[in-house]
């Protein structure tokens, strides 16, 4: 009888695992509560990743997965309560048979919140409620769950008072930290905050994205195309990364400035980036508001003796994947505008989702300000870091080890290529300016000979440029 008493012990001590509801509810459920993933997850004792995975299909488990399911039925229960609004018996009768209002009585339409701020947007990108005016893109909250279903004016968006930075000074907390763990030590410090980069750029992000209702983490089904082939090979976009040097250089260039391109993968952060899952049309169309990747016959270049191919050093012939910034530039160069300079590139294929060019933008402009105060400043500490941060936040947003949180390879190509299509852009101002462009190399490296000073301003800004080196070319004639 013991036995059988000490496995009855054993069963009346299990626990069936709390029950949690399908992943796409419990992040409606914190967004409609205007929670970000930041607060819960503190509340909960995990990082903002960790609630971003839990959204998107993992789940909990253990005492954790306890507490999870506590709050998403706690929230449940509040919402319940926040929209149970009873009709008064006198005053507002419901009829057993409504009629349904004619379009004359039918209300206005109810603005549907923004997918990026959360605010009421009457406009519409491809099925998204989005501000056509960016201006407008500004709420920091998303309105309240029963301001969504009133079909009056919507609010006036809140605005911080001057001079109130939107976000916490995340960047600058983390360098006191490190700097006060590290007693002093600038490279310690500097090493140890490189090092908690990603997960640092993403606490940051989910931070400027309060109220956003596009989820970051979340991961849509992707084409095989995007898939890579091996685990160490590759998958089909091609990013079109320039690697160009002028093989017939004047015979006598003089000095040759190298230049590099400051804060390439920053400014390249604003790219028209698809929303949603990419869907899968055919034929010769593009459209304006729709971002992706494109399978396309490049047109023939004949300026490589100055300029280089936008569309980089590619040997093999016939269709390749593009992203929409290598598309974009080259329908650009078939314009009247610049020459034209070749042919429109013949779309064949496109995988495309309806786009913006603000999915990333506070964030990048935090950055942005957090750099510019850093030079400043002469703080290296915090420059150091905040390359970090955006670098690693391009280069690991597809299969990577390191951040698991963010997987959208789509995002990454069209990120890279934007940084090359900047550059290509600037080579082709620098020739279109009477200079003689020598090399355009990756993301950031820049040769021009004659005074480049007439065309770009020297300095470390996100606008500006610096000197790599200064050299004479080395001209063999037969």
Same mark, same amino acid.
């Given at each position: 009888m013991t036995d059988f008493h000490a496995i009855d012990a054993l069963l009346a001590n299990t626990r069936t695992p709390a029950h949690l509801p399908p992943a796409e509810q419990r992040r409606a459920l914190r967004q409609a509560l205007n929670l970000t993933r930041t607060q819960v997850a503190q509340t909960l004792g995990v990082s903002p990743s960790t609630i971003g995975g839990w959204e998107t299909g993992r789940d909990p488990s253990g005492e954790t997965r306890e507490k999870y399911a506590y709050f998403l039925t706690a929230a449940q229960e509040k919402l319940r309560t926040q929209n149970k609004t009873p009709a008064h018996p006198e005053t507002d009768p419901t009829p057993e048979h409504p009629t349904p209002p004619t379009d004359k009585d039918a209300p206005p339409p109810t603005p549907h919140p923004c997918v990026l701020c959360g605010a009421p947007a009457t406009d519409q990108i491809e099925g998204y409620p989005q501000h056509l005016n960016p201006e407008d893109c500004t709420h920091p909250t998303p309105p309240h769950p029963e301001q969504t279903h009133t079909p009056t004016a919507p609010p006036t968006p809140r605005r911080p008072p001057q001079n109130q930075p939107r976000t916490p000074d995340l960047i600058a907390r983390a360098v006191h930290e490190a700097l006060a763990a590290h007693h002093g030590d600038t490279q310690a410090a500097t090493n140890e905050l490189q090092r908690r980069a990603i997960p640092d750029a993403m606490t940051l992000l989910d931070t400027c994205r309060i109220g956003a209702r596009y989820d970051i983490v979340g991961h849509p089904p992707l /084409? %095989? $195309?995007? *898939?890579?082939?091996?685990? &160490?090979?590759? %998958?089909?976009v091609w990013e079109a990364r320039p690697h160009w040097t002028r093989l017939d250089p004047p015979p006598t260039p003089g000095e040759v400035t190298a230049l590099d391109i400051n804060g390439a993968y920053l400014s390249a952060l604003k790219t028209h980036l698809p929303l949603g899952t990419l869907e899968y049309s055919t034929g010769n169309v593009h459209s304006r508001r729709r971002a @992706? $990747? &494109?399978? $396309? !016959? /490049? #047109?023939?270049? %004949? &300026? &490589? #003796?100055?300029?280089? +191919? /936008?569309?980089? +050093? *590619?040997?093999? #012939? @016939?269709?390749?994947?593009?992203?929409? #910034? !290598?598309? *974009?530039l080259l329908q650009r160069l078939a314009t009247e505008q610049y020459g034209p300079l070749c042919d429109p590139p013949v779309i064949h294929e496109s995988f495309t989702s309806g786009a913006t060019e603000q999915l990333f933008e506070k964030f990048r402009q935090t950055l942005r300000d957090a750099r510019e105060k850093a030079i400043t400043e002469e703080d290296e500490v915090t420059l150091e870091y905040v390359k970090s941060m955006y670098s690693k936040f391009v280069s690991t947003m597809g299969e990577s080890n390191y951040n698991r949180a963010l997987y959208r390879p789509d995002w990454m190509h069209i990120i890279r290529s934007q940084a090359f299509v900047n550059l290509w852009l600037k080579a082709h101002k620098a020739h279109t300016a009477g200079l003689t462009v020598m090399r355009v190399m990756g993301t950031d490296e820049l040769h021009i000979a004659g005074n480049w000073r007439q065309v770009f301003t020297e300095g470390r800004g996100v606008t500006q440029v610096k000197i790599k080196d200064v050299y004479t070319p080395q001209t063999s004639r037969q």
């Open positions: /084409p %095989d $195309i995007l *898939r890579k082939k091996s685990a &160490h090979g590759a %998958d089909e @992706g $990747i &494109h399978l $396309i !016959t /490049p #047109p023939e270049w %004949d &300026h &490589h #003796p100055y300029l280089p +191919n /936008p569309l980089g +050093n *590619r040997e093999e #012939p @016939g269709p390749v994947w593009v992203t929409e #910034p !290598t598309l *974009r």
